[in-house]
């Protein structure tokens, strides 16, 4: 079978596509025929050694797939061979075949097609974690999302918006936010051009918003920080801008607030059997159409470096997926 392979760490272009070994299921584990696997920011990480995972090389990355099971280990009671699937990894995904803990894996409904699942677990299983688990986002709050435009800033729009509340998307051109306002945002803010902290005083009558949603890291973090409203949630997922900020720690005394970090891979792991629930809720929400899982561009397997670049260079709209 083929597979991306990081060999050695470094940037996109390192990466090779080479034929490997089929991999057999163990206990408890399936094999499953992927059909597609989606590329996420810290993949770019990743390969270079810069994330928080760190395997060894010889790795494959992408952390979530599709596909159909091909083969089940002993004791398997979950799945069969035929079932679709849907399923997180951390990493290894972007391989033809890939072998993986049935606990793993969500069933995968007839009606949701394999490019627009494999796109699912990371950014919507982070936003779903952050927003219900560590936010506690009620209806009729304000979430702030920043970096609004991206894979998890999209899914936070929309599961902010099914979970009931005003959402104010923030980014940094008005192209990205006409993209924001097609997924449901309420108000926007570009940052490139507005006073972040100012524009969401404004936009809230000068209360603050409820809950700020925040991959990006970087400068605005701090001034969607101020803004935040007394007894408010600011989550921290990533840091996309690629400079972790470092926060003036009274401003949470006076605001009463809490910093919350939103490590969903951990959290996975850790409780495997709340992540799998918020799984099987999002993709029910996406059988349903509530959730859009916008596909900016499919690439095949051979391109997974260009697939890369793009998302590199912050081009994605929406999820990067390879197709086998």
């Excluded at 005003?166 to 490139?192: N, P, W």
């Excluded at 919350?260 to 992540?275: K, M, S």
Aim: net charge negative.
């Amino acid at each position: 079978m083929k597979a991306v392979l990081c060999k050695q760490f470094g940037p996109p272009e390192t990466l090779v596509v080479e034929e490997v070994a089929s991999p057999e299921p163990g206990p408890g584990e399936i094999r499953v025929d992927v059909k597609a696997c989606a590329l996420n920011f810290f993949d770019t990480l990743i390969i270079e050694n810069k994330y928080q995972y760190k395997p060894e090389p010889p790795f494959s990355p992408s952390a979530e797939l599709a596909g159909v099971v091909s083969a089940c280990g002993e004791g398997v009671s979950r799945f069969k061979e035929g079932d679709r699937v849907v399923a997180y990894t951390g990493w290894g995904a972007a391989r033809e075949q890939v072998v993986l803990d049935e606990n793993r894996a969500v069933a995968l409904p007839d009606n949701l097609a394999f490019e627009a699942a494999a796109g699912l677990l990371v950014t919507y299983g982070t936003t779903i974690h952050g927003l219900k688990d560590r936010g506690r986002l009620q209806p009729g709050e304000t979430l702030a999302v920043l970096g609004a435009s991206g894979g998890t800033g999209i899914a936070a729009v929309e599961i902010g918006k099914l979970m009931g509340a005003k959402v104010i998307a923030c980014a940094s051109s008005q192209e990205k936010l006409d993209f924001c306002r097609k997924h449901g945002a309420d108000e926007t803010i570009d940052y490139s051009s507005q006073n972040l902290k100012d524009r969401l005083k404004e936009l809230t009558g000068g209360a603050g918003v409820d809950v700020v949603y925040d991959p990006v890291g970087g400068d605005y973090s701090e001034q969607a920080l101020r803004a935040v409203a007394w007894k408010g949630r600011f989550l921290v997922i990533g840091f996309a801008a690629g400079q972790i900020p470092k926060i003036p720690l009274n401003l949470a005394l006076l605001k009463g607030l809490d910093i919350c970090g939103v490590f969903w891979g951990h959290f996975f792991d850790i409780q495997p059997e709340d992540a799998r629930a918020n799984h099987e809720q999002l993709v029910a929400w996406a059988a349903e159409g509530k959730l859009t899982v916008p596909v900016d561009r499919t690439f095949p397997m051979d391109e997974a470096i260009e697939a890369l670049q793009v998302i590199a260079r912050r081009e994605a709209r929406g999820k990067i997926i390879l197709k086998m």
